[in-house]
């Protein structure tokens, strides 16, 4: 549900994006006038659908890794590795959490040019990416625990296994 | 000390299986507390890493790459391609790599490109005989032509990366002899191989059908020159042209294909959302990484070692070119540019290199990266397209890294090959 | 050596702001018997200003040698050295950074995590562009300049009859020479470094902004200096500034012959009506009574 609705916001913020700097080119070269809040819009936008969708990407486990050594463990040494990253993960979404409150801290008082706005707005994806990941991690540690196949994603790539993926279609998203 | 918990805490947490991303993050995040410094440095390289304009080339060109394949742009070219040239040895593998050529002249993204053609041409060459492996190799090399023809958002990168003294319009011309001398080669190899095989051949159409494939494939074609004139003639940026391309593309496939409805419109935009978000994760994290690595002065000692092996250029040139190699098996190529370039770039032109020249080489030294595992994106997409292991891929593919090898030799040796264009434009 | 100092800078090794850094840290490693040094990180490095800013406020880094213009959103007393034509001349800009006004502004950091050490020379940014000589305002008429990313400098070139293009400084080269845009503006030395001066021929100097660059150092690392240590960085400092003006002045002086013999035009229009221009931008930027009054100030220099 979080996660769903994460990645529809993101996708929106990306078919926005095109907008905005579709937008600036249409000024410049049509109507000879650049407005000036285009590209900090469109670079901030990115930065949000950034962290939303790399934050649905840990739900879904499919970031790039080198997981050799989980195709030569037996099942249980793999759970314990996996065990590892999602806490590797967490601590790392835990720190996007604290150190980017310190920013939005630290950049509160000042003004972005263009967009005359706090600065702390630069840093507010990064909190927010922040509690999308620590929760997503927490409820892959939880369902692992409690025995659910959360690490299946991880199966579909090994060598032996058949990739259970037909169209290039839908390649796009899930790998690389 | 330092360098040991940075490059340890990454390397370990790599091998046990950690997203790259955060394995690069958290050994950056290690490294700052054991120094201590605050360690909102890290949150901020993260952040200022990924927030950079023309970073936005990733996700439009990765954009209108998905576009394209679901809304039948790709798959006519790919048809136009099998007319002209299925009737070489190995047909379908020549088509193949005549289509990544033509598409590559209209996508920035080797990844969309292994996926585009991949997806439409594997399952083809499957059902007609040609070994799986064959079809993949074929797709994940040719793909890498999409790196060298305009447009290209890793040269984007690689021109940011050198301080943007170096003209994109230059850089996207420097690398398109060097993209055909690529198709070229692979067209070469893939027909050496397919007569060891005994792959068969196409029927050739006839001119007729020819033609009435190409006036098919024209709208989605148009982009080439829509993107290359565009840029060149300065109605946008080279940044701006993958928002172009992805206008474009939904112009193409709702108005003139009209196959783009609704629901492929939503999976190519969430599929981009997925992916670019993973690729720009990382170049946020390798931000963090790169920044403590300036912090302890590795680029510096890093040049001081290499001058001190040898100061004639063209062993400087081998030995960047075995640094960059090595590093694109265990890297991905946005981070890496964005690492190597600064750190690379003023050794190359110390010794009288080019920067443009150098680009073109440093591209397609990490595309071929790019293909190596355990970290090759591309290699990774067409295995699974083509549902092998990449292991499998790997016991066929040594022919078509030779391909690869030599063409990045010439360019690396003969400059003209990447300047030559470019001085004709001027 | 018992304290190390690093020293973020955007420029280039050896450009005037990046060795007066260094010289100073040789100042101050005669002057304590080797135990403080300080070691400069040049290129960007450690990132863009704005990045390092932060860091400095954070005290990831110590020094940091900065342009004012990323100051504007956070300290507004630089806001009035980036008014356009505030300053006549480079000497006026000396006059008044040197006496009580510069010490009032730099005293502004102090809020921020900060503590201003010195000013540097930043010379006189002009236009320069690919299609004309530029003789008068009307010859700016409709053409497009890259502008930093400040409302100021936006509305400055929109008062000239221009249009200001927020473009990142490093699609500038390229933009200029496909024609996305007609030109930029900056001083000689960045010109002629940023190799702006082989797609743009055209340099007319009009001045409109002298502004110096400052020197700033973490208010963390400041505290942790003793008070003959935190004199001894001081006055290093100041030291340094003579030695990066005069610097500065054989590297403009260089960088304007290097782009003469490479076929840059240089032309020097009358600069009154320029200045007649800006009524509109200081009447929308200079609000406060605060900003007011050091404009008044900064006009009363002689
Ligand atoms: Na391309
Ligand atoms: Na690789």
């Given at each position: ?33 650049s ?22 990407g ?8 080198f ?9 249980g040494?793999?759970r314990?590795?996996?065990m590892?990253?999602?806490l ?8 996007m ?19 005359g ?18 929760l ?20 579909l ?20 | ?13 790599m ?23 605050p ?6 390289r ?5 927030s950079?304009f ?42 193949n ?12 993204s ?7 053609v991949?997806g ?31 447009p290209?958002?890793?040269?984007i ?16 011309t420097?690398?398109?002899i060097?993209?055909?001398m ?10 050496f ?6 792959y ?12 009435h ?17 565009g840029?060149?003639a ?7 042209s ?18 783009m409805?609704?629901?492929a419109?939503?999976?190519?935009t ?17 931000a ?11 680029p ?20 960047m ?7 694109g ?56 397209v ?13 022919p ?17 090959l ?9 | ?15 005037p ?15 304590s ?10 290129s ?8 390092t ?11 940091n ?15 009035v ?26 005293s ?39 502008v ?11 008062a000239?009859?221009a249009?200001a ?5 490093g ?8 024609g ?11 010109y ?37 240590d935190q004199a001894?960085?001081k006055?290093?400092?100041r ?5 990066q003006?005069?610097l ?6 260089a ?7 490479a ?6 229009p009358?600069?009154?009506p ?6 509109p ?22």
């Open positions: 549900m979080i996660s769903t609705t994460a990645l529809w916001t993101a996708g929106a913020g990306l078919v926005v994006m095109t907008g905005m700097v579709a937008y600036q080119v249409y000024c410049r070269y049509v109507l000879n006038d407005p000036s809040w285009t590209e900090p819009g469109a670079v901030m936008l990115m930065s949000w659908f950034i962290f939303l969708g790399a934050a649905v840990v739900r879904e486990n499919n970031h790039l890794g997981d050799i050594l989980l195709y030569i463990l037996p099942r040494g793999k314990v590795l996996r590892i990253s999602d590797v993960i967490l601590t790392f979404g835990l720190g959490i604290y150190y980017g409150l310190q920013l939005v801290q630290l950049t509160w008082n000042a003004i972005l040019p263009s967009l706005i706090s600065g702390a707005f630069d840093y507010m994806p990064v909190v927010g990416g922040g509690i999308l990941v620590s997503f991690t927490i409820e892959r540690i939880v369902l692992r625990l409690a025995g659910a196949p959360v690490d299946e994603g991880l199966e790539a090994s060598p032996e296994a058949e990739v259970e993926l037909d169209a290039a279609s839908d390649i796009t998203g899930t790998k690389g | 000390m330092e360098l040991w918990i940075l490059f340890g805490t990454f390397v370990t947490l091998l046990i299986g950690t997203p790259i991303a955060f394995c690069l993050g958290v050994a950056s995040f290690a490294t700052v507390a054991y120094m201590g410094l360690p909102l440095v890290v949150f901020q993260l952040n200022s890493g990924m950079v023309s970073l936005l080339a990733i996700p439009f060109f990765i954009y209108a790459g998905d576009l394209m394949v679901r809304g039948g742009i790709a798959s006519r070219i790919v048809a136009f391609a099998g007319s002209l040239v299925g009737h070489l040895r190995g047909g379908l593998g020549q088509v790599i005549a289509a990544s050529t033509l598409f590559g002249g209209i996508s920035g080797a990844v969309a490109e292994a996926a585009a991949g439409l041409m594997i399952p083809q060459m499957k059902a007609r005989g040609y070994g799986v492996d064959y079809a993949v190799n074929v797709t994940s090399m040719s793909a890498l032509i999409a790196l060298l023809l305009p290209s958002h890793n040269m990168i690689y021109s940011i990366s050198a301080g943007g003294k170096i003209s994109i319009a230059d850089l996207f420097a690398g398109i060097p993209g055909l690529l198709a070229g080669a692979l067209m070469i190899t893939a027909y191989v397919a007569k060891s095989r005994g068969p051949t196409e029927p050739f159409p006839g001119f007729q059908a020819v033609a494939l190409a006036a098919v494939a024209v709208p989605g074609l148009l982009l080439i020159a829509i993107i290359f004139g840029v060149r300065g109605i946008f940026t080279a940044t701006e993958s928002c172009v391309a992805v206008l474009y593309a939904l112009l193409v496939t709702v108005f003139v294909y009209r196959q409805k609704w629901e419109f939503v999976d190519a969430l599929g981009a959302v997925r992916t670019t978000a993973m690729v720009l994760l990382i170049i946020g994290t390798a963090a990484f790169s920044w403590l690595m300036a912090f302890l002065r590795v510096a000692s890093l040049v001081a070692a290499m001058n001190a092996v040898s100061e004639n250029p063209y062993v400087i040139l081998l030995l070119n075995f640094l960059l190699l090595g590093l098996t265990f890297m991905d190529m946005g981070p890496l540019i964005i690492i190597a370039t600064p750190i690379f770039l003023p050794v190359a032109q110390a010794y009288g290199v080019d920067p443009v020249h150098f680009g073109v080489i440093m591209i397609l030294n990490l595309g071929i990266g790019l293909n190596t595992p355990p970290v090759g994106a591309v290699q990774f997409v067409a295995c699974a083509g549902k092998i292991s990449v292991w499998r891929a790997m016991r066929s593919i040594w078509f890294y030779g391909a690869g090898l030599i063409v990045l030799g010439l360019i690396t040796y003969v400059p003209a990447s300047l030559w264009l470019p001085s004709v434009f001027k | 050596q018992d304290i190390l100092l690093r020293s973020s800078d955007t420029h280039p090794d050896g450009y702001t990046v060795e007066a850094v260094k010289y100073m840290g040789e100042l101050l490693k005669e002057r018997a080797g135990r403080i040094a300080v070691e400069v990180y040049h960007a490095q450690l990132g863009e200003e704005k990045d800013i932060e860091q400095t406020r954070a005290g990831v880094i110590d020094l040698r900065v342009s004012m213009g990323p100051f504007n959103g956070l300290v507004p007393e630089t806001r050295v980036s008014l356009p034509y505030i300053f006549r001349s480079v000497e006026h800009m000396h006059k008044v950074m040197d006496g009580d006004i510069g010490a009032d502004i730099l502004g950091f102090e809020a921020h995590g900060l503590v201003g050490l010195a000013y540097y020379d930043g010379g006189a940014r002009s236009f320069y562009n690919r299609e004309k000589p530029i003789n008068s305002v009307e010859d700016l008429k409709g053409m497009k300049f890259r930093m990313q400040s409302d100021i400098f936006v509305d400055m070139v929109a000239l009859g249009n293009v927020p473009l990142p400084y699609e500038v080269y390229s933009s200029i020479e496909t996305v845009i007609d030109g930029a503006e900056n001083n000689f030395p960045s002629e470094s940023a190799k702006h001066s082989e797609v743009a021929k055209h340099y007319s100097l009009d001045e409109h902004l002298i502004v110096p660059e400052v020197l700033v150092m973490a208010k963390s690392s400041w505290d942790k200096l003793s008070a003959d001894l960085v006055q290093a400092a030291d340094s500034v003579a030695k003006r005069e500065w002045a054989a590297r403009e002086e960088s304007r012959k290097m782009v003469e013999d076929g840059s035009q240089i032309t020097t009358d600069k009154q320029f200045i007649d221009a800006m009524g931008v200081y009447e929308k930027h200079v609000t406060d009574d605060k900003l007011k009054s050091l404009v008044e100030r900064i006009r009363a220099v002689q």
